[in-house]
Protein backbone atom coordinates (compact mmCIF):
# COMPACT_ATOMS: atom_id res chain seq x y z
CA UNK A 1 0.00 0.00 0.00
CA UNK A 2 1.05 3.41 -0.67
CA UNK A 3 -0.17 6.87 0.59
CA UNK A 4 -1.84 8.78 -2.59
CA UNK A 5 -1.56 12.53 -2.98
CA UNK A 6 -5.42 14.45 -2.69
CA UNK A 7 -6.19 16.60 -4.96
CA UNK A 8 -7.26 19.93 -3.48
CA UNK A 9 -10.54 22.52 -5.34
CA UNK A 10 -9.92 24.59 -7.27
CA UNK A 11 -7.78 21.66 -9.32
CA UNK A 12 -9.66 21.17 -12.70
CA UNK A 13 -8.65 17.34 -12.57
CA UNK A 14 -11.31 17.10 -9.72
CA UNK A 15 -14.13 18.32 -12.71
CA UNK A 16 -13.07 14.86 -14.54
CA UNK A 17 -16.44 12.29 -15.11
CA UNK A 18 -14.80 9.10 -13.87
CA UNK A 19 -15.13 6.02 -16.32
CA UNK A 20 -16.56 2.93 -15.60
CA UNK A 21 -14.61 0.07 -14.34
CA UNK A 22 -14.14 -2.27 -16.81
CA UNK A 23 -12.19 -5.31 -14.83
CA UNK A 24 -12.25 -6.14 -10.91
CA UNK A 25 -8.43 -7.21 -10.44
CA UNK A 26 -5.37 -7.38 -8.08
CA UNK A 27 -4.39 -3.86 -9.30
CA UNK A 28 -7.60 -2.33 -8.41
CA UNK A 29 -7.87 -3.79 -4.99
CA UNK A 30 -4.39 -2.94 -4.06
CA UNK A 31 -5.24 0.43 -5.27
CA UNK A 32 -8.29 0.40 -2.71
CA UNK A 33 -5.92 -0.64 -0.25
CA UNK A 34 -3.71 2.50 -0.50
CA UNK A 35 -6.81 5.11 -1.18
CA UNK A 36 -8.23 3.33 2.25
CA UNK A 37 -4.78 4.11 4.03
CA UNK A 38 -4.88 7.31 2.33
CA UNK A 39 -8.55 7.98 3.70
CA UNK A 40 -7.82 7.10 7.56
CA UNK A 41 -4.76 8.99 7.27
CA UNK A 42 -6.68 11.95 6.26
CA UNK A 43 -8.85 11.67 8.45
CA UNK A 44 -11.79 11.45 6.39
CA UNK A 45 -14.81 9.05 5.96
CA UNK A 46 -15.12 8.46 2.03
CA UNK A 47 -12.61 9.10 -0.77
CA UNK A 48 -13.52 8.98 -4.34
CA UNK A 49 -11.26 7.64 -7.24
CA UNK A 50 -11.31 10.98 -8.61
CA UNK A 51 -9.59 12.70 -5.67
CA UNK A 52 -6.46 11.02 -6.02
CA UNK A 53 -6.07 11.48 -9.83
CA UNK A 54 -7.63 7.92 -11.23
CA UNK A 55 -10.81 8.83 -12.97
CA UNK A 56 -12.67 5.64 -12.86
CA UNK A 57 -15.84 4.81 -10.90
CA UNK A 58 -15.07 3.54 -7.75
CA UNK A 59 -14.91 5.07 -3.93
CA UNK A 60 -14.16 3.62 -0.54
CA UNK A 61 -16.05 4.18 2.54
CA UNK A 62 -15.89 4.22 6.20
CA UNK A 63 -18.07 6.10 8.61
CA UNK A 64 -17.48 4.10 11.69
CA UNK A 65 -15.68 5.27 14.52
CA UNK A 66 -13.44 2.34 14.83
CA UNK A 67 -12.40 2.28 11.60
CA UNK A 68 -14.09 -0.99 11.65
CA UNK A 69 -16.45 -1.04 8.52
CA UNK A 70 -14.78 -0.11 5.30
CA UNK A 71 -16.84 -0.47 2.53
CA UNK A 72 -15.87 -0.45 -1.53
CA UNK A 73 -18.31 0.39 -3.86
CA UNK A 74 -17.14 -0.24 -8.05
CA UNK A 75 -19.18 1.52 -10.09
CA UNK A 76 -21.68 2.98 -8.25
CA UNK A 77 -25.66 3.82 -8.95
CA UNK A 78 -28.32 5.36 -7.12
CA UNK A 79 -31.10 3.17 -8.38
CA UNK A 80 -33.48 5.02 -6.12
CA UNK A 81 -33.79 7.44 -2.92
CA UNK A 82 -36.36 9.25 -0.83
CA UNK A 83 -36.72 12.06 1.49
CA UNK A 84 -34.02 14.89 2.25
CA UNK A 85 -32.17 16.32 4.87
CA UNK A 86 -29.52 18.64 5.68
CA UNK A 87 -25.62 17.90 6.54
CA UNK A 88 -22.76 19.56 7.33
CA UNK A 89 -20.07 18.29 4.84
CA UNK A 90 -16.41 18.61 5.04
CA UNK A 91 -14.09 17.19 2.13
CA UNK A 92 -10.47 16.22 2.28
CA UNK A 93 -10.60 17.87 -0.91
CA UNK A 94 -12.01 21.11 0.68
CA UNK A 95 -10.02 21.16 3.51
CA UNK A 96 -11.22 23.20 6.88
CA UNK A 97 -14.38 23.89 4.72
CA UNK A 98 -17.62 23.15 5.79
CA UNK A 99 -21.10 24.33 4.37
CA UNK A 100 -24.47 22.07 4.99
CA UNK A 101 -25.47 20.26 2.00
CA UNK A 102 -29.20 18.95 1.29
CA UNK A 103 -29.06 15.00 0.35
CA UNK A 104 -31.28 12.05 -0.02
CA UNK A 105 -32.12 10.96 3.33
CA UNK A 106 -32.29 6.67 1.88
CA UNK A 107 -31.04 5.96 -0.73
CA UNK A 108 -30.57 2.18 -1.99
CA UNK A 109 -26.87 2.00 -4.39
CA UNK A 110 -26.41 -1.01 -7.04
CA UNK A 111 -22.69 -1.38 -6.82
CA UNK A 112 -19.89 -4.31 -7.26
CA UNK A 113 -18.21 -5.23 -4.25
CA UNK A 114 -13.99 -5.44 -3.92
CA UNK A 115 -14.20 -9.13 -5.71
CA UNK A 116 -16.77 -7.82 -8.60
CA UNK A 117 -19.64 -9.35 -7.05
CA UNK A 118 -23.13 -7.22 -7.78
CA UNK A 119 -24.38 -6.17 -4.50
CA UNK A 120 -27.50 -3.71 -4.18
CA UNK A 121 -27.76 -2.32 -0.69
CA UNK A 122 -30.45 0.19 1.35
CA UNK A 123 -28.30 2.69 2.96
CA UNK A 124 -29.63 5.86 5.06
CA UNK A 125 -28.04 8.51 7.63
CA UNK A 126 -24.07 9.25 7.61
CA UNK A 127 -23.41 6.70 5.20
CA UNK A 128 -26.01 7.58 2.33
CA UNK A 129 -24.57 10.99 2.51
CA UNK A 130 -21.34 9.64 2.27
CA UNK A 131 -21.52 7.86 -0.48
CA UNK A 132 -23.96 10.41 -2.66
CA UNK A 133 -20.76 12.76 -1.85
CA UNK A 134 -18.46 10.82 -3.36
CA UNK A 135 -20.19 9.63 -5.85
CA UNK A 136 -20.42 13.52 -6.97
CA UNK A 137 -16.99 13.46 -6.95
CA UNK A 138 -17.43 10.71 -9.54
CA UNK A 139 -19.28 13.15 -11.92
CA UNK A 140 -16.86 15.51 -11.55
CA UNK A 141 -18.79 17.77 -8.53
CA UNK A 142 -17.88 18.69 -5.08
CA UNK A 143 -20.12 19.43 -2.11
CA UNK A 144 -18.81 23.55 -2.98
CA UNK A 145 -21.25 23.34 -6.28
CA UNK A 146 -24.38 23.45 -3.85
CA UNK A 147 -23.28 26.62 -2.76
CA UNK A 148 -23.98 30.46 -3.99
CA UNK A 149 -20.62 31.44 -7.12
CA UNK A 150 -20.37 34.05 -3.82
CA UNK A 151 -19.38 31.15 -1.11
CA UNK A 152 -17.32 29.60 -3.82
CA UNK A 153 -15.16 32.19 -4.82
CA UNK A 154 -14.78 32.79 -0.87
CA UNK A 155 -13.69 29.40 -0.32
CA UNK A 156 -11.22 29.44 -3.42
CA UNK A 157 -9.76 32.59 -2.20
CA UNK A 158 -8.90 31.34 1.41
CA UNK A 159 -7.53 28.22 0.36
CA UNK A 160 -5.04 29.64 -2.01
CA UNK A 161 -4.18 32.17 0.85
CA UNK A 162 -4.08 29.42 3.37
CA UNK A 163 -1.22 27.33 0.37
CA UNK A 164 0.89 30.74 0.02
CA UNK A 165 1.34 30.78 3.85
CA UNK A 166 2.21 27.33 4.39
CA UNK A 167 5.98 27.03 4.30
CA UNK A 168 8.35 25.72 1.33
CA UNK A 169 9.34 21.74 2.14
CA UNK A 170 13.02 21.60 2.94
CA UNK A 171 14.95 20.07 0.41
CA UNK A 172 16.37 16.36 0.65
CA UNK A 173 19.85 16.00 0.54
Same mark, same amino acid.
Given at each position: MAMLNILEFPDPRLRTRAVPVETVDDELRRLIDSMFETMYAAPGIGLAATQVDVHRRFLVADVSTDKSDPQVLINPEIVASEGEMIN =?? &?CLSVPGIYAEVRRAEKIRVR??? #?DG??? =????? &???AVC? @???MDHLEGRLFVD?????KR @??? #?? #?LQKERR @???EPAAVL
Open positions: =EE &GYLD #RNEV =ERDMD &GLLV @QHEYLSEA @QKI #RK #R @QQP
